[in-house]
């Protein structure tokens, strides 16, 4: 399996953005598909999560704020960044989760820049 994500850069605080991740392989395995971010320095945090039945899970502080989706057809799942701050500001990565072999799969990471 591999991720490609895409769609970070520079947006104002309060501005929106929506990153992409197109999974490519053998992607009929996968089952839970996440976002993380890692800001410098620190650990890498989930941001959001979609499973394979399309039940989603947010990070307290992205709630309302952000939205995960999945296109099957596309091979492709978004989060769409709405209001957003400059403590957004990280690196986010992709992520794909097999649950029967507990295999997990990373894209290559996106840089989302939150000015204030």
């Known amino acids: 399996v591999q991720l490609q994500a895409s769609g970070g850069g520079l947006v104002q605080a309060g501005g929106s953005l929506r990153l992409s991740c197109v999974g490519s392989?053998?992607?009929?395995?996968?089952?839970?598909m996440a976002w993380y971010r890692q800001v410098l320095g620190k650990q890498r945090e989930l941001v959001a999560r979609i499973s394979d039945w399309d039940i989603t899970t947010y990070a307290e502080s992205v709630k309302g704020r952000f939205t995960i989706s999945r296109d099957n057809t596309k091979n492709t799942v978004y989060l769409q960044m709405s209001s957003l701050k400059p403590e957004d500001t990280a690196v986010y990565y992709c992520?794909?989760?097999?649950?029967?072999?507990?295999?997990?799969?990373w894209g290559q990471g996106t840089l989302v820049t939150v000015s204030s």
């Open positions: 392989g053998s992607i009929w395995i996968i089952d839970d």
């Open positions: 992520n794909a989760n097999v649950r029967i072999t507990g295999a997990s799969y």
